[in-house]
Structures are given as C-alpha cells and as structure tokens.
T-cell receptor
Framework: QQQVKQSPQSLIVQKGGISIINCAYE??????FPWYQQFPGKGPALLIA?????SEKKEGRFTISFNKSAKQFSLHIMDSQPGDSATYFC????????????FGDGTTLTVKP | DAGITQSPRHKVTETGTPVTLRCHQT?????MYWYRQDPGHGLRLIHY???????DKGEVSDGYSVSRSKTEDFLLTLESATSSQTSVYFC??????????FGPGTRLTVT
C-alpha cells in the first residue's frame, strides 16, 4: 500500500522559532509533493508544493526541502508565529494515477507567544 | 477561494437511516474526492471520481457509495448510517497532478 509517513504528530514551538515537519514516501513515481494547512473548523488549503526537479522551494517564511534519493521531504517554518498554529498535512501524488493523492496523518503545530 | 460547496454543513441522524452528502463545484475540475477526517487518522479517502460516471474506491469505502452524473456534482451516500461513520467529511476537487481544493466540510453525527 502506498504510504506517506509524517512526523511528528504534534509540535510545540516558541514564537520566533523554527518549526520542522518531516515526511517520507515509498513510491518513486510520485512527482508532486504539496503541503496543506488546516485551521480548526476549516478545510485544508494548499500552503506550498514542490516537484522533484528542485531540491528546495521557498515562499516567504515557508520552505520545502526535498531529498529524492532518501525519498523524504520536509516543511520548515521560519520565525514561527502564533497564527501559524494549525494542522499541517504533507501529500504525494503521481505515477499511474496522478489524480489520487496520498496524505500523511498530519502534524498539529502550536506556536506559543 | 475555489468554487466548491458542501451540503448540508451539519447533520445529525439516527443509526440505520440513509444519508446523502452533496458536493458542488463551479471550477469544471476533472477529479472530485470524498474524504473523512477523524482525530488521529488524518484525511482518509473514501471514494473519488475522475469523470462523469467514472468513480473508484479509496481506502475506507466500505459502507459508502458515490455517484457523479454531472461534472459539477459528486454525491456521497451512506446507505445505512452507523455510529462509526460519525466524522467530518470533506469534498475536494483537482486537475490530475495538481493541488486539491477542499470544501468547508460536513460534520455528520450518527446517534
């Protein structure tokens, strides 16, 4: 079964600190790796995504690092803010069924003031 | 926001009754999905559709059926609701290999 393993399950960071969430995948045919952010009572929304032709993508305080050989990718949130407190999901898709994504189990991030 | 709505937004029903949730999109995206979200389990795919009348099972499809007779509508039916189907249900849409856009969710309680 195709899986994406996400860690940690929960994370507490002080304001201004760096939050790091990691994901590992198995299927080498995956070619799209998004991160979704979900606030309580809302649906997930795309935060940032990467394709395997690059090893890093940065958008503001959010960076994805991608290691194709290790089949791992991670989300880094620099200068974490209380407003970043949310649940984060990594996902992966591609290969013979490009329309179907596999999601990690999610990480609940709490940023303390 | 992507044009995706879900109805109803909240529903309480009794065990054994049929329930239908509706997802409607205005984006003309090819793929539509139904997920359930439960504490500790993240997002689990129930069924998805890759075109009108084209559907396939996800990882937790038992007890659920779907239909897509029009591009814009994707229905999820619980033929006989059980307490284990109490959950938050999300619909999503996408083009192949691209991001998914999620609806606002439906909170279903089966008593």
């Amino acid at each position: 079964q195709q899986q994406v393993k996400q860690s940690p399950q929960s994370l507490i960071v002080q304001k201004g600190g760096i939050s790091i969430i990691n994901c590992a995948y198995e299927n080498t045919a995956f070619d799209y790796f998004p991160w979704y952010q979900q606030f309580p009572g809302k649906g997930p929304a795309l935060l940032i995504a990467i394709r395997p032709d690059v090893s890093e993508k940065k958008e503001g305080r959010f960076t994805i690092s991608f290691n194709k050989s290790a089949k791992q990718f991670s989300l880094h949130i620099m200068d974490s803010q209380p407003g970043d407190s949310a649940t984060y999901f990594c996902a992966a898709s591609g290969g013979t069924n490009a329309g179907k994504s596999t999601f990690g189990d999610g990480t609940t991030l709490t940023v303390k003031p | 926001d992507a044009g995706i709505t879900q109805s109803p937004r909240h529903k309480v029903t009794e065990t054994g009754t049929p329930v239908t949730l509706r997802c409607h999109q205005t984006e003309n995206h090819r793929y539509m999905y139904w997920y359930r979200q439960d504490p500790g389990h993240g997002l689990r795919l129930i069924h998805y559709s890759y075109g009108v009348k084209d559907t396939d099972k996800g990882e937790v499809s038992d007890g659920y059926s779907v239909s897509r007779s029009k591009t814009e509508d994707f229905l999820l039916t619980l033929e006989s609701a059980t307490s284990s189907q109490t959950s938050v249900y999300f619909c999503a849409i996408s083009e192949p290999g691209d991001e998914q856009y999620f609806g606002p969710g439906t909170r279903l309680t089966v008593t």
